[in-house]
């Protein structure tokens, strides 16, 4: 009868710690393991397309990589990571050309031309090799390259052409140098930086523009005028001036937005600080002898419309 009463609660125990395990103590979880729960594989496991079709864009390898070098030391590898993380969107179109970015060390980046199928042949090569000196390649179909594209494409395909020749050069490395291409489609989001459109004051320029400059004195009678190129709605860089002389007033030595202002007539050793914001900067007169520092954002007058800088304030 006892063996009979210990083997039911034995059971009955046991019971309990398997229908409880689920809710045990992280401490009690460490003393009682429990077996992983095996989920049912689907039976066709899900595959990403591989062709450029219907996948999104992607890098995939090309094929043998050849006019390579012997291996580089670490300090070569390095500048050349570092030189690919400062190749842009504007530095892959174009006919054949050398050092299409700043060299870093003996590490440059080279526009080959275009190969017999239209792809634009960028690589990475080492200075002042003779013969094989390449490291990294990367073929990119034309149809990236496109006048058309908007910016978000612009960006999409400049992050893919830096990680295939990433990848391109992380083969070199292994000793199984291949070159890179690019496959898939764009995602197409028709996404612009801000201010592309005009906007009421205050709307803003330095995000969808770069190259910004200030040129004053620019004739006898004095004047200012800033100068940019900026992105339109098709993603297309464009060159653009405005005068913005008679915008802004020195009103005893404050810089401010005010019709036929005329400030460059009281002002000296005006500059430009750009960064998030284009902030114009001067030594102004205060009607009383002496200079004072005076600036003024010019985002706050300011819009880029459609690749045309436009003044909106002062006017």
Known sequence: MKAQMSALIAGTVCT??????FILPASAQHRHKLPHLVLPMPSRPLQL???????????TAYGPMRNTPRPLNAQLLRSAEVVIASLR????????SSHIVQDVGHIRIDRQGQTANGDQNIQVQVNGLRGDSTIATVLIPARYLGNNLNIHSQREVANQVRLALRRSLASFRQNRPQIYTLAGRLSNARILPR????RRAGGGF????????LFTNIDRRGGANLS????NQAG????????????????????AWQKDGGFTGSVRNCSLIVRKFTILRCEAGNGAGSWVTSAINLDTGIVNNNGRLTVVRGR
């Open 49 to 59: 397309p591989q062709n450029g079709r219907g996948s999104v864009l992607h890098t």
């Open 228 to 231: 940019a190129k900026c992105y």
């Open 16 to 21: 309990m710690l398997v229908s409880t395990s």
């Open 195 to 198: 201010n592309v459109q005009p």
């Open 206 to 213: 330095t995000a969808s523009c770069r190259d910004i400059n």
């Open 89 to 96: 969107f504007e530095h892959l179109r174009g006919g054949a």
């Open 236 to 255: 297309q860089l464009l060159p653009t001036a405005v005068a913005i002389n008679n915008n802004i007033v020195n009103n005893g030595g404050r810089l």
